[in-house]
């Protein structure tokens, strides 16, 4: 098996030149510095990040390539989509990832400290991070600044404390303050990264994939964050809009933060390290949310070994903790889902600052590439029984 998807990525007209041309660090540096600059708390996508993906695309000329369509706000979900190929509904791939990040409403405080009501998994676990309250302007149409504090933990208490500006009130979002910073020598990526690095994965993988014949949707949800909770309703709401709009895949990719050490609910992964390179884990959760069917997996196993003949690293995270996100959405409409995604240290700012690698974003992006052109294959008809 591993020869034969060798042998169909290599039948491919100049992919790996392509590869290398389009997925370089120096674009991902540029798009993601984009994305990580503009505040994103859940539910202001369409006013926030979604103008700032669409600039990048039009730049770029993605969205003036064959087949190749983009919605800022598909259908009012709240969710955009970049969709590649002729059928408007049923796209044979689907590539998920998140667009919003996590934040905080305010509750009524006294002596100018604010209590703050989770709208996400909370895990800082204690001391105080730099952080903005963030109000919707009317006649801008975009998010402005209307306070700048700390978020402080002190046991059980979460609360907001501004010092420039106020008074606070209902509307608004507290989100942790942060700058994207790449060291160029060590490849760490350090800035909210969640999940950022895997849309912007996504942007690169589709400058690849609109060169040849296929049917992708690449959606880039809002709402993915949520009220903290452990049923699969409670949070991903966003996507639950979206995936009422197509036909069943052939194969959804989600992809989302790999946890690179332990954290609250699980342990982190044995023998990876951000730098190795993307990765691929077999359940979600623990569990609660996703496990990829038997036949999906081994075929992942076979393609991640391909793969590392041609230098795109695939590795396998067994044991792992991997968070539920957009696979609980998929699930309604596909047994066939993939988690692979990127490792990152203190999601959600749990003890310091996320931090992931460069190399994995790009690693990532080109999983992106291969994967998707080999579900188009006659490999993946006959292997995995496809129904077309």
């Known amino acids: 098996?591993?020869?034969?998807?060798?042998?169909?990525?290599?039948?491919?007209?100049?992919?790996?030149?392509?590869?290398?041309?389009?997925?370089?660090?120096?674009?991902?540096?540029?798009?993601?510095?984009?994305?990580?600059?503009?505040?994103?708390?859940?539910?202001?996508a369409q006013w926030t990040r979604v103008p700032v993906v669409e600039r990048l695309l039009r730049d770029d000329g993605v969205l003036a390539a064959p087949g190749v369509a983009w919605h800022r706000n598909i259908q009012s979900?709240?969710?955009?989509?970049?969709?590649?190929?002729?059928?408007?509904?049923?796209?044979?791939?689907?590539?998920?990832?998140?667009?919003?990040?996590?934040?905080?409403?305010?509750?009524?405080?006294?002596?100018?400290?604010?209590?703050?009501?989770?709208?996400?998994?909370?895990?800082?676990q204690s001391g105080r991070r730099p952080a903005l309250a963030l109000g919707h302007d009317l006649a801008s149409g975009s998010l402005a600044v209307r306070a700048r504090g700390d978020?402080?933990?002190?046991?059980?208490?979460?609360?907001?404390?501004?010092?420039?500006?106020?008074?606070?009130?209902?509307?608004?979002?507290?989100?942790?303050?942060?700058?994207?910073?790449?060291?160029?020598?060590?490849?760490?990526?350090?800035?909210?990264?969640?999940?950022?690095?895997?849309?912007?994965?996504?942007?690169?993988?589709?400058?690849?994939?609109?060169?040849?014949?296929?049917?992708?949707?690449?959606?880039?949800?809002d709402e993915e964050e949520g009220a903290p909770g452990d049923a699969n309703q409670s949070f991903c709401r966003g996507g639950r809009r979206l995936v009422r709009f197509f036909e069943p895949p052939d194969l959804a990719i989600v992809s989302d933060v790999h946890e690179s050490v332990a954290m609250l609910r699980g342990p982190g992964p044995r023998d990876l390290h951000p730098g190795d390179g993307a990765v691929f884990a077999e359940r979600s959760s623990s569990g609660r949310g996703t496990a990829t069917p038997p036949h999906l997996y081994a075929f992942q196993q076979a393609m991640a070994a391909a793969v590392g003949d041609r230098g795109i690293r695939l590795r396998e995270n067994w044991g792992g903790y991997v968070s539920r996100s957009e696979d609980i959405n998929a699930t309604i409409m596909t047994p066939n889902i993939a988690l692979i995604g990127f490792l990152c240290s203190n999601r959600h700012y749990a003890t310091d600052g996320p931090r992931a690698h460069m190399d994995d974003l790009l690693h990532l992006a080109r999983v992106f590439v291969c994967y998707t052109l080999l579900v188009h294959s006659d490999l993946w008809r006959r292997t995995m029984g496809a129904r077309r």
């Open 151 to 221: 978020i402080v933990v002190d046991g059980p208490a979460i609360t907001f404390h501004p010092h420039d500006g106020g008074p606070l009130g209902p509307g608004l979002r507290v989100v942790y303050e942060s700058r994207l910073d790449w060291d160029r020598a060590s490849g760490e990526l350090t800035g909210y990264l969640d999940d950022s690095v895997a849309c912007i994965a996504m942007l690169l993988a589709a400058a690849v994939l609109r060169h040849y014949p296929v049917e992708v949707l690449m959606g880039l949800t």
């Open 77 to 124: 979900s709240g969710n955009a989509t970049l969709t590649l190929g002729a059928s408007r509904r049923a796209k044979r791939v689907w590539l998920l990832a998140h667009l919003d990040q996590i934040s905080y409403l305010l509750d009524p405080g006294a002596d100018g400290v604010y209590p703050l009501v989770p709208l996400c998994f909370h895990m800082q």
């Open 1 to 44: 098996m591993i020869d034969e998807i060798l042998a169909t990525l290599d039948a491919v007209p100049d992919l790996f030149p392509r590869l290398d041309q389009e997925i370089t660090a120096e674009r991902a540096h540029r798009y993601l510095a984009a994305l990580e600059s503009i505040p994103t708390p859940s539910q202001t």
